[in-house]
Each structure stands twice: as C-alpha cells, then as structure tokens.
C-alpha cells in the first residue's frame, strides 16, 4: 500500500533563510506526489505536484520540490523564508490501489520568525 | 477564493443529534470530495462523488453518509453526533475528469463541528 511520511511535526526557520519541509513516501509503482499548504482557519490549498519529468518542480508562492527516486524523498523547499511562510504543509501521494485516492502525511507546521 | 463554498462555518451541536454539511463545488468540477481533519487524526478522506454517483469510500463511519444531487453540490450528514466527532470537516472538488485523481484539489474553509 502506498503511504507518505512526514518526519518533523515542527520546522523552525529564521526569516531570509532557506528552508525544507521533509517528505518521503512508499509506493508500488509511479510516483505521483502533491504538496499542499493550510494558513491558519483555511481550507488547503495546492503548492505543487510530481507526476513525471524534471526532478525539480516549481510551484506557487515561490517554492520548489525535489523528487529523489533513489531516497523516496519529495522536500519541499524555498530559497528564502518569508513570515507569511508560516503555515501548515501537508505532502500527499496517489494511491492507485484505492480508486486514485490522496494519501496524506500528517502535516509539518512551518513557523518562520523575523 | 478556491470557488468552493461551504456552510455553515461553525456549527455547535449536542451529543445525539443529527448535522447537515453543505458545500458547493468550484463551477464546473464534477468530483467532491469530503474530509475530516481533527487533531489527534490528521486529515481523513470520507468519501468521493463524481456527477452524483459515489466514486469512493475512505474512513467514512456507518452514522454518516453523504449524496451530491444533480445540481453538484452536495451534503454531508452526520447522525447520532459523538464528543469525538468535533472536527473541521472539508469539501474539496476537481475538474471535469473523476479518474485518474490529477491530485489538484481545491478545497473550501471548512465547517467546524463541535459536539458538546
């Protein structure tokens, strides 16, 4: 069965640093990966997804994500943290056994201080 | 704006009764989806409608169900309310095609049930 995994509950980052949200996953065949980000009192909202192609991709609000097959990685990344970074990041993955369902991480809260 | 709308946003209930989600998807997407996101379970996928027919069944109890009707919006229903259904429950809808999940979902505010 597929499943994603999101190893830090808490990311720490100081404003103008870069910063990375840890996501790795578990399938049986091709990879299709998402991020997506909730503020405070909203719905969810798509950053960026991985189907095939480039290893790195670019998504809204000026983050990124690297797939990395041979680590079962798919961080997400942004050059240089802003306040309103400070959300939470959820990284999910398509299970194809299960009708093509998201399957979600448990979401990593990213705190950026100025 | 995501374009999906949900109502109501709060919603303060007692143990026992019966609730009435409602969300109306982004115009035109055919598939709605419904999650609960509570916070010793993260975010679990209910249940799916594609153009009013059930697509998928995820951790959806047997006191809940849910129909989209043929205008596409669809309900949430939620009986016999226990302490631990207190949750923000999302509705999410994707464009025109139910299958394969492109995996961009656009997702409402929530309605945030508390059961006292």
């Known amino acids: 069965a597929q499943s994603v995994a999101q190893p830090e509950d808490q990311v720490n980052v100081a404003e103008g640093n870069p910063l990375t949200v840890k996501c790795t996953y578990s399938v049986s065949g091709n990879p299709y990966l998402f991020w997506y980000v909730q503020y405070p009192n909203r719905g969810l909202q798509f950053l960026l997804k991985y189907i095939t192609g480039d290893n790195l991709v670019k998504g809204s609000y000026g983050f990124e994500a690297e797939f990395n097959k041979s680590q079962t990685s798919f961080h997400l990344k942004k050059p240089s943290a802003l306040v309103s970074d400070s959300a939470l990041y959820f990284c999910a993955v398509r299970d194809d056994d299960s009708n093509y369902q998201l399957i979600w991480g448990a979401g990593t809260k990213l705190i950026i201080k100025p | 704006d995501s374009g999906v709308t949900q109502t109501p946003k709060h919603l303060i209930t007692a143990t026992g009764q019966r609730v009435t989600l409602r969300c109306s998807p982004r115009s035109g997407d055919l598939s709605v989806y419904w999650y609960q996101q509570s916070l010793d379970q993260g975010l679990q996928f209910l249940i799916q409608y594609y153009n009013g027919e059930e697509r998928a069944k995820g951790n959806i109890l047997e006191r809940f169900s849910a129909q989209q009707f043929p205008d596409l919006h669809s309900e949430l229903n939620l009986s016999s309310l226990e302490l631990g259904d207190s949750a923000l429950y999302f509705c999410?809808?994707?464009?025109?095609?139910?299958?394969?999940?492109?995996?961009?979902?656009?997702f409402g505010e929530g309605s945030r049930l508390t059961v006292l």
């Open positions: 999410a809808s994707s464009g025109m095609s139910g299958i394969p999940n492109t995996g961009e979902l656009f």
